[in-house]
C-alpha cells in the first residue's frame, strides 16, 4: 500500500528557504515507471504545479518558479524532497507530494496517481 | 505563456448530467496531453477520477467520463449525487517533462 508523507516545517520566514521531504513507503522510488512531484495549493485557491523528480535526478520545473525551486532525490531513504528560496508570503499554501505514473506495460500515462496528506507551510515574520 | 482554462463554477440538478471542459487560451487539447481530471473536496487531497483522456482510475464509479469535445478535454458526470459536490480539475501533460494544471471548477449539486 503505497504512502506519500510530507514533513517540514509549518513556519517560514519572509525571505528564508522553505524545505519540505516526501517519505514515500510501499514502493520504491529507485524507478523508471515513476515521476515524483510537488503541488502546493494556497489557502481558497487552486493547485499549482511545481515540478518532479525522476529516480536518476533529472528534474523539470514549473517555468514560473524555475529560479527560486530545487527538488532533490535520495533513493537510499526512499524520499525526495522540495526547497525555495526567497519565500514570500505569496509562498504561503498547502504543498502535496505526489507519485507520477509515467507508464504502464504498453503506453505512456503521465498523470498524478498517488498524493500525500498535504502539509500547510505559512509564511510569516 | 499557455493556461489552461475551467469553467470557475458550474451547477447540476442531483441526477442530471454536467459536462465541466478544460481548453487552452492558445490552441487545442488533445490526447497526446494526456487529459486527466482530479476531485477535491475542502481539506482533502486531490483524487484521481481520469487519465489518459477516457481511462477510470480504480474504485470510481462509471458515472464519470472523460472525453475529448471538440478542442477541449471533458468531464462528464451523469446522474449526478450530492457527494459530487467538489472541485474538479483538470491536468495536461506539456512534454519535455512539464504539467499544467487549470484552475479548476467549483461544481454545486443542488
Known amino acids: 500500500h503505497l504512502q506519500l508523507q510530507e514533513s517540514g516545517p509549518g513556519l517560514v520566514k519572509p525571505s528564508e528557504t522553505l524545505s519540505l521531504t516526501c517519505t514515500v513507503s510501499?514502493?520504491?522510488?529507485?524507478?523508471?515507471?515513476?515521476?515524483w512531484g510537488w503541488i502546493r495549493q494556497p489557502p481558497g485557491k487552486g493547485l499549482e504545479w511545481i515540478g518532479v523528480i525522476y529516480y536518476s535526478g533529472s528534474t523539470y520545473y514549473n517555468p514560473s518558479l524555475k529560479s527560486r525551486v530545487t527538488l532533490s532525490v535520495d533513493t537510499s531513504k526512499n524520499h525526495f524532497s522540495l526547497k525555495v528560496l526567497s519565500v514570500t508570503v505569496a509562498d504561503t499554501a498547502v504543498y502535496y507530494c505526489a507519485r507520477v505514473l509515467r507508464k504502464d506495460s504498453s503506453d505512456l500515462l503521465y498523470y498524478f496517481d498517488h498524493w500525500g496528506q498535504g502539509t500547510l507551510v505559512t509564511v510569516s515574520s | 505563456q499557455t493556461v489552461v482554462t475551467q469553467e470557475p463554477s458550474f451547477s447540476v440538478s442531483p441526477g442530471g448530467t454536467v459536462t465541466l471542459t478544460c481548453g487552452l487560451s492558445s490552441g487545442s487539447v488533445s490526447t497526446s496531453n494526456y487529459p486527466s481530471w482530479y476531485q477535491q473536496t475542502p481539506g482533502q487531497s486531490p483524487r484521481t477520477l481520469i487519465y489518459r483522456t477516457n481511462i477510470r482510475s480504480s474504485g470510481v464509479p462509471d458515472r464519470f467520463s472523460g472525453s475529448i469535445l471538440g478542442n477541449k478535454a471533458a468531464l462528464t458526470i451523469t446522474g449526478a449525487q450530492a457527494d459530487d459536490e467538489s472541485d474538479y480539475y483538470c491536468v495536461l501533460y506539456w512534454g519535455g517533462g512539464l504539467w499544467v494544471f487549470g484552475g479548476g471548477t467549483k461544481l454545486t449539486v443542488l
Open positions: 510501499g514502493d520504491s522510488i529507485n524507478s523508471d515507471t515513476y515521476f
